[in-house]
């Protein structure tokens, strides 16, 4: 298995085996997570953020601070040369220059794609439009094996925007490596990407859901997600299908004990934060498994770990 010099662009680039790699590489760096190292001393991560971001840009500037390495690069591509027309292939080319490997978060499908066959150093795509998010992906998978100690053999639910949230794309595919049963529960305009349905289909078993009450009972892992408002062409579909799913305590009173919910964030209405301070809320133990997932994948990518 070789990771030095590759670019994550869509999870479907790796196999179950590199997967399971990662998810193994990532448990060895809790340690350095907590107490440091300098594997990454000397190199340099760039992040282009052309779209808002809390958790993926500074997830991966801590997790190169950590490994001893630097950052730089910017959040507000407003501010960039963008703004005067540059595209993003001569952008590309130029930060190559000051940086080891570039993550990149882009509105456009298929902007890390373009990105990586310009670019001479690696490029991680940190969300490409409504596409895809595969390092998110990873630490979800990461946080349901510590969590439950395996992936296979999971009832798994991804509830929410399947049309056009990115996390629940790159999630699905991961998912459909492993032998568990997923439920798709989200409001008839929401359903997920009939891409997406149709390759997992083939491999894992899939049902499609408009009520989450119907299936709560049977279910391991919830992995709720946010109405992308932004993607919307018409506000007015937007409105039609805002407040759609609320977590509550009433709901949750159907669930499994040991049901964990997951959640990429940001969170607007969807969980009510009475859910917080329940057994079943993971959403912010999975904030520090990105931070873990980031150390492990910038080490690999860098050929620090092998
Ligand atoms: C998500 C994203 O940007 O796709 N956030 C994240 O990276 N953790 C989810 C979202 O915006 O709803």
Known sequence: MEFAGRDIISIRDFSREEIDYILKTAQAMEPLAK???????????????????????????????????????????????????????DTVRTVENYADVIAIRHPLEGAARLAAEFAKVPIINGGSGAEEHPTQALLDLYTILKEKGMIDGLKIALVGDLRYGRTVHSLAYALSNYDVELCLVSPESLKMRREVLE?????????????????????????VTRIQKERFPDPAEYMKVKGSYRIDLELL????????ILHPLP????????????????????????????????????????
């Open 253 to 260: 009173k159907k669930a499994k004990k040991d049901m964990i």
């Open 199 to 223: 390759e997992i289909k083939g491999k894992i078993s899939v049902t499609e859901e408009t009520d989450i009450a119907k299936v709560i009972p049977n279910l391991d892992v919830l992995y």
């Open 35 to 89: 107490k440091g190292s300098d594997m990454l001393k000397g190199k340099i991560l760039a992040t282009l953020f052309f779209e808002p971001s809390t958790r993926t840009r500074l997830s991966f500037e801590a997790a190169m601070h950590k490994l001893g390495g630097s950052t730089i690069g910017f959040a507000e591509a407003e501010i960039a040369s963008v703004r005067k027309g540059e595209n993003l292939a």
């Open 267 to 306: 969170r607007v209405d969807e969980i009510a934060s009475e859910v917080d301070g329940t057994p079943h809320a993971r959403y912010f133990q999975q904030v520090w498994n990105g931070i873990v997932m980031r150390m492990a994948l910038l080490a690999l990518i860098l050929g620090a770990v092998k």
